[in-house]
């Protein structure tokens, strides 16, 4: 069983700055692609940031310049940090991580439960 936990979600006022963290833990081979998507409730869920094993990013248009998503694959770990954040990024954000499990040859994609990002105008 792979495991991801998030942390770093909270109330921050418009134009502030939080960093999420997201690790994986369990019977893990090999990570490859990570990233974040958020949901707004009743709304599709939509990705944010991704970032592979070789360290190649993508963004959303909406947060591109703004937010920042790293790894670190020695504790499988990965971050947003989030800048100049807007009202409009409220929303629970989760993480997910592709992961070939111990003893498994298909790579499987795994999610966190997600953390609340409140921004306040």
């Known amino acids: 069983q792979v495991q991801l936990v998030e942390s770093g979600g909270g109330l921050v006022q418009a134009g502030g700055s939080l960093r999420l963290s997201c690790v994986a833990s369990?019977?893990?081979?090999?990570?490859?692609?990570m990233g974040w998507y958020r949901q707004v409730p009743g709304k599709q869920r939509e990705l944010v940031a991704s970032?592979?094993?070789?360290?190649?990013?993508n963004y959303a248009d909406s947060v591109k310049g703004r937010f920042t998503i790293s790894r670190d694959n020695a504790k499988n770990t990965v971050y947003l940090q989030m800048n100049s954040l807007k009202p409009e990024d409220t929303c629970v954000y989760y993480c997910?991580?592709?992961?070939?499990?111990?003893?498994?040859?298909?790579?499987?994609?795994?999610w966190g439960k997600g953390t609340l990002v409140t921004v306040s105008s």
């Open positions: 997910y991580a592709e992961v070939r499990g111990q003893y498994q040859s298909v790579w499987m994609r795994y």
């Open positions: 369990g019977s893990i081979f090999s990570i490859n692609g």
């Open positions: 970032i592979t094993s070789g360290g190649i990013t």
